[in-house]
């Protein structure tokens, strides 16, 4: 049984969504905002959890974003904070990633209830 329970994957833990605010604001705040419809150097972020990239009418993403058919799942959002240009190769997002795992998914809890 042990080595059975060895062989599955691990589940990713839940993040700490007010861990993920502080977050926010240290990392994504200047560039995003969480209003509606409120843009910034980047768009807004309200009801971005399970969108389709590239979906606000009113901001110019990049053809490289336009183009990926990113939807921003759990998973898809962890790739692309954990390295961008990685994510989308020649997107126009400044931000160099976010290594570590835990405050990924703190991040990503928060941004989950943005809507």
Request: charged share 25%; hydrophobic share 45%.
């Amino acid at each position: 049984m042990l080595a059975l329970a060895a062989m599955l994957p691990t589940a990713r833990a839940a993040g700490d969504m007010a861990v993920g605010g502080k977050l926010y604001a240290e990392n994504c705040a200047e560039c995003h905002s969480v209003k509606e419809g409120r843009n910034k150097k980047g768009p807004s972020l309200f009801g971005s959890f399970q969108r389709k990239a590239a979906a606000l009418p009113d901001f110019a993403y990049s053809d490289a974003l336009k183009a990926s058919g990113i939807a921003w799942t759990q998973e898809q959002l962890d790739a692309y904070l954990t390295l961008p240009k990685k994510a989308v190769p020649g997107g126009k997002m400044k931000f160099d990633g976010l290594p570590d795992a835990k405050e990924r998914a703190d991040l990503i809890a928060y941004l989950s209830t943005i809507k």
